[in-house]
């Protein structure tokens, strides 16, 4: 038995090698290559190596310029700013945090911590090379419409001052996602727009897309309603499609537009907003009531002269004047500090704007001017809107003074987006 089985196998096993010869035999050999065909595959070969070598190349490149240093004035603005503003916030904020919370510091506590991670948020996007936003920018987009849109859900979205801009959870932890909507829209819009240079000339190419994009979000955000964070997106988009190239005639048509819509607004054919704007060209037609917070701001400004009644000693914080720790602390800022310390704070808030779009004129690359411009842009409207508000110059409307007014978020996003300039800085070319 097992003599047949060991002859079987030897069968089995030299039919198989027959079988593999016969298919060896049978498969078509592959013909040797033509010179031609040599030649192409050396030239092919070349290419890729030459791709290969640029990639490295400018990835070692961009390390490099990627670890230049940061502008130091720009810098130093924003940290003295921050400082400053944490001051004042101290200051402005001590009676009703000793009113509503039993303890003073309370604000300037929270406010303190949030003003210290911005500033380590600052420090570490400095050192990211801001091209690697471009690979985020669309994510980013959506996220934040994606949130804009969970802030109106009931349960989700937290409803405070008869607004549903909040998403957390009770009063632990709340964020407002408009803030990260301005800092997505700079971020998309600039790496969309760096791309596209002469097609921004284009209605197709270089107004459509950011029209549907800013159109839904400026729905979205005057669902909540929040009437000056929609402002401030729809205005730096505009600027970033300016600066991106689009015709002069398409600005000038949305100028006269919004002039119009304005006019129409105070004129009264538009009913929107009639009682802000009423309040507006005569506060003191209703002190008490829908004028009160203007009339409180106008006698805290005037109380303060020209040198001010001095630090800490604003009588109008003591819950005469609403929102004194917030959208209105520039208020208490001229009180305490006068004319002269209000205009000296404008001074610095100038001097970081004006040194902002420096780095935006000296960046290495167009993506990099347009991050800056959008960024500096934003900061530089939210400033001179807060302020005329305060002062009366403009109808009021709930938008805060960055580095001064209290807000985890927002700090925390506009001490990043310093950060971001930074990280342009360092590769300037200068």
């Not at 010179?35 to 050396?42: I, L």
């Not at 991670?117 to 959506?142: D, P």
């Not at 003074?401 to 950060?419: D, H, K, N, R, V």
């Amino acid at each position: 038995m097992a003599r047949r089985q060991r002859d079987l196998w030897l069968r089995l096993r030299d039919a198989a090698d027959v079988l593999r010869g016969k298919a060896a035999v049978s498969a078509p050999k592959e013909p040797p290559p033509t010179p031609e065909q040599r030649q192409a595959r050396k030239k092919k070969e070349s290419r890729d190596r030459q791709v290969r070598e640029k990639v490295r190349e400018k990835e070692r490149e961009s390390r490099e310029l990627a670890s230049g240093p940061i502008d130091l004035p720009f810098c130093l603005l924003v940290l003295l700013l921050t400082a400053v503003g944490l001051v004042m916030l101290l200051s402005a904020s001590f009676p009703s945090a000793y009113y509503e919370k039993q303890d003073p510091t309370y604000f300037f506590r929270l406010q303190g911590l949030f003003a210290l991670t911005g500033v380590c948020f600052m420090l570490m996007a400095s050192h990211i090379n801001y091209e690697r936003l471009r690979a985020v920018a669309k994510l980013f987009l959506i996220v934040s419409i994606v949130m804009l849109i969970l802030v109106l859900i009931p349960g989700i979205g937290k409803l405070s001052h008869n607004a549903r801009r909040w998403i957390g959870v009770g009063n632990l932890f709340r964020f407002q996602p408009s803030e990260i909507t301005k800092l997505a829209v700079i971020i998309w819009f600039s790496a969309d727009i760096s791309r596209k240079r002469d097609k921004m000339r284009t209605f197709q190419e270089g107004i459509l897309p950011y029209m549907k994009i800013m159109g839904v979000i400026a729905v979205l955000m005057m669902m909540e309603p929040h009437l000056s964070g929609t402002i401030l997106i729809l205005g730096t988009g505009a600027v970033l499609m300016l600066v991106g190239g689009i015709e002069l005639k398409w600005v000038l048509g949305a100028v006269g537009g919004a002039g119009f819509g304005a006019l129409l607004m105070i004129k009264g054919v538009i009913p929107y907003g009639q009682s802000r704007i009423a309040m507006w060209r005569n506060p003191f037609i209703d002190a008490q009531n829908q004028g009160y917070q203007l009339v409180q701001s106008l006698i805290s400004i005037g109380s303060g002269g020209l040198f001010g009644v001095g630090l800490g000693k604003s009588r109008q914080k003591f819950l005469y004047l609403p929102e004194e720790h917030n959208d209105f602390i520039f208020a208490v800022v001229c009180e305490e500090l006068g004319l002269i310390g209000a205009t000296l704070i404008m001074l610095l808030f100038a001097a970081m704007i004006l040194r902002g779009y420096w780095i935006a004129l000296h960046a290495r690359d167009r993506f990099g001017s347009l991050l800056v411009t959008g960024v500096i842009t934003q900061m530089a409207m939210q400033t001179f809107f807060n302020i005329g508000v305060v002062t009366g110059f403009l109808p009021t409307t709930g938008i805060s003074l960055p580095f001064f007014s209290y807000g985890g978020t927002a700090i925390l996003i506009q001490l990043a987006e310093m950060g971001i300039v930074l990280s342009v800085s360092r590769q300037m070319k200068l």
